[in-house]
Structures are given as structure tokens and as C-alpha cells.
């Protein structure tokens, strides 16, 4: 499978901002697609993730009931909507494809390239 993400931005804290994740070649319904962020000068750090099958998502801390991820199957898209956006969201946002519901970046297969979010205070 391929990725492509989209959808990032310059906006404001308290924004909302929803990035796109495009994938092509075969999608095997156990395969779980993620997203991941990293700030500069930063490690890449979990964001949330869903099940391509059921799913079934989980989420960092720092993001619960803010972020929300969400597949169309129909589209081979995957969602991340972002609400109430802080300055500390402000990363390149990477989405990834897997095999296991794991939040450890070195887990992931395949990564597409990311987009810049930019949340100004």
C-alpha cells in the first residue's frame, strides 16, 4: 500500500483542521493505518490509529477528545479531524500502515509523506 497525506495548514489555536491519508495498492482488512506526528527537533510520537477491518481506534493522551480518526472504505482514505487545535499540535503529520495496534513508530511498515500543521497562538 501507498500513502498520501494532505490537508495541513496554517490556522489558529482553536481551530479545527481535518487531514486526509489517500491510500492505493491492495488493503488487507487486518491492516491498521495510523497517524504520527513529529515537531522539530522531536522524536515522531503516536498520534491515533484505526483498524482498516472494525474499526477500532485508539488515541495519545494528548489528543483524546480533541482528535478523531475515521476511515472510508469506499475512498481508501483515512480521516484525523482535529478540533481545538493547540500551538503544541504544530508538527509534520505523517500517516503510516501496519500490522499492529502499537503507539512505537519502529512498529509501522509503510509511511507516506507528511504534511505541515501550523497552530499559531
Known amino acids: 500500500v501507498q500513502l498520501q497525506a494532505s490537508g495541513g495548514g496554517l490556522v489558529q489555536a482553536g481551530d479545527s483542521l481535518r487531514l486526509s491519508c489517500a491510500l492505493s495498492?491492495?488493503?488487507?482488512?487486518?491492516?491498521?493505518l495510523g497517524w504520527f506526528r513529529q515537531a522539530p527537533g522531536k522524536n515522531r510520537d503516536f498520534v491515533a490509529l484505526?483498524?482498516?477491518?472494525?474499526?477500532?481506534?485508539s488515541y495519545a493522551d494528548s489528543v483524546k477528545g480533541r482528535f478523531t480518526i475515521s476511515r472510508n472504505k469506499g475512498e481508501n482514505t483515512v480521516y484525523l479531524q482535529m478540533n481545538s487545535l493547540l500551538p503544541e499540535d504544530t508538527a509534520v503529520y505523517y500517516c503510516a500502515s501496519g500490522r499492529y495496534r502499537s503507539s512505537a513508530s519502529e512498529d509501522w511498515d509503510t509511511w507516506g509523506h507528511g504534511t505541515l500543521v501550523t497552530v499559531s497562538s
Open positions: 484505526i483498524s482498516w477491518g472494525a474499526g477500532h481506534t
Open positions: 495498492g491492495r488493503i488487507y482488512s487486518s491492516a491498521v
